[in-house]
């Protein structure tokens, strides 16, 4: 069974900075792809990004050139780098990977940039 958890979410104005970590327990985390997605409220979960061992790292449109994923095998932790936060970057934020045959999330970190 694997543990994932978020933190370092957080309240920032329009154009600062934040940098989430997401810690496995029970599994490494140089799985084939480590994903970010995002869920604000009354909205549908959407995709943020990817660490893959076969490509390296992916990003949705919204958030290409701001945000940076990468992990350190040593901490087994993902992080998620996010500068220049809009309004529009307002979600919990969730960590996701397969590790065998499940799927299994973080239970999320509240990110809030105001307006």
């Known amino acids: 069974q694997v543990q994932l958890l978020e933190s370092g979410g957080g309240l920032v104005q329009p154009g600062e900075s934040l940098t989430l970590s997401c810690a496995a327990v029970?599994?490494?985390?140089?799985?084939?792809?480590m994903n970010w997605y995002r869920q604000a409220p009354g909205k549908q979960r959407e995709y943020v990004a990817s660490?893959?061992?076969?490509?390296?790292?992916r990003y949705a449109d919204s958030v290409k050139g701001r945000f940076t994923v990468s992990k350190v095998i040593s901490e087994n932790t993902v992080y998620l780098q996010m500068l220049n936060l809009k309004p529009d970057d307002t979600a919990v934020y969730y960590c996701?990977?397969?590790?065998?045959?499940?799927?299994?999330w973080g239970p999320g970190t509240q990110v809030t940039v105001s307006s």
């Open positions: 029970g599994g490494g985390v140089n799985v084939l792809e």
């Open positions: 996701n990977g397969v590790f065998g045959d499940y799927n299994f």
């Open positions: 660490i893959t061992r076969a490509y390296g790292s």
